[in-house]
């Protein structure tokens, strides 16, 4: 009988609590194994270098060197190790700079040990996964600041190719990935990017992805009609 096949997997955070409960969480699902953990940034990239797991499971906040610091220096090497962020944080910068860092997870701490095992999933499919409630947390801020004097934008004047633009964004899509998708150049994309801002009347580095997963749902609809 040919031997299971399991998800390599290695986690790091600096909380040995935290730690055992994720691996402990992780370990109950048959098909994945946690081959090594590590409480800090250094430790934990040495170790990912050494064992080559598939996917690397990392705190931001972590001595020595931050998860951000990890997760660029991983996106380098060759095979890749995917990265998954399970963190405090949900603000919109620290969230865009570890998009634009490769990770392709980012499960926030308190929802960790519902998230978790969808997260993997998706991502050794080699999809992008956000925990729901950091997306609703994000969608709400902007509609907050929507009600609070900022006029709403009118989609209208956008053209099909900036529509697209933006429902990538919507799509926790990079500049770079955008370019591939739509197999055009990454200067291109900030050019439609820049389009889109003076025309809507955002500003902001972060603001437009904001937009964009706010208004998910009204670009889904007006691309399939165009």
């Known amino acids: 009988m040919a031997r299971q096949y399991k998800l390599r997997i290695v986690i790091a955070d600096d909380h040995p609590i935290f730690r055992d409960g994720l691996r402990n969480i992780i370990e109950s699902e048959p098909g994945f ?29 972590m001595p ?3 998860g951000l610091k990890v997760a660029r220096k991983l996106i380098t090497e060759e095979p890749p190790v995917e990265v998954i962020f399970v963190t405090m944080y949900r603000e919109q910068k620290v969230f865009t700079e570890a998009i634009q860092a490769g990770v392709k ?6 929802s960790a040990a519902t998230d978790i095992i969808s997260c993997i999933r998706a991502v050794a499919a080699g999809q992008k996964y956000a925990s729901p409630e950091l997306t609703t947390f994000l969608v709400n801020s902007v509609r907050d600041t929507e ?19 933006l429902w990538l964004l919507a799509d926790y899509k990079t500049s770079k990935e955008i370019a591939q998708d739509l197999f055009i150049s990454p200067r291109t994309v900030h050019t439609h990017r820049n389009n889109i801002c003076q025309k809507l009347g955002i500003h902001g580095s972060h603001a437009l992805m904001k937009f964009a997963l706010a ?7 007006k691309l399939t009609t165009t």
């Not at 997870?105 to 308190?110: H, I, N, R, S, W």
């Not at 900022?150 to 633009?165: K, W």
């Not at 208004?215 to 609809?221: I, R, S, T, Y």
């Open 64 to 66: 020595k060197l931050d």
């Open 147 to 165: 009600t609070a004097g900022i006029p709403r934008s009118d989609l209208e004047g956008l053209t099909s190719a900036e529509f697209r633009v």
């Open 33 to 61: 194994r946690v081959v090594g953990e590590a409480g800090d940034g250094v430790s934990a990239l040495e170790m990912i270098q050494k064992m080559r797991p598939a996917i690397a499971v990392l705190d931001i906040s």
């Open 215 to 221: 208004h998910k749902e009204l670009l889904a609809q």
């Open 105 to 110: 997870g980012y499960v926030l701490k308190d």
